[in-house]
């Protein structure tokens, strides 16, 4: 290749280039949004292992599928299915058990 026909052909090399470093910040960008979207999920899988461990039987937590009920504070009456309030001295009433 002669001297003139290499410089001729130096502004297709450098749109070439150009173009070149436009893909390659283009993937960059994906990359950046895709390790965002892992770091994402992998947080949200620890807060489902952590919620998981928080409901677990053996740890104290609630049974799946079941409601504990809590005992009235300083002896207020336990309001009952029906709405009506225990009016008996524990907080508690045979009817509603």
């Known amino acids: 290749m002669t001297f003139l026909a290499a410089l001729a ?3 297709r090399i450098a749109s070439a280039l150009e173009g ?4 390659f910040g283009e993937l960059n960008r994906r990359a950046i949004k895709a390790k965002a ?13 952590r919620i998981a461990s928080l409901l677990d039987d053996d740890s104290g937590g609630l ?6 009920e809590r005992e009235p504070i300083d002896g207020a009456p336990r309001i009952s299915s029906s709405g009506e309030s225990c009016t008996c001295v524990c907080g508690r009433c045979a009817k509603d058990d």
Not at 37 to 49: A, L, N, V, W
Not at 63 to 68: A, D, F, L, V, W
């Open 37 to 49: 979207s892992q770091r994402r999920k992998s947080k949200d899988d620890e807060i489902d292992e």
């Open 63 to 68: 049974p799946s599928g079941k409601i504990r």
């Open 20 to 23: 070149l470093a436009k893909s």
């Open 9 to 11: 052909s130096l502004p």
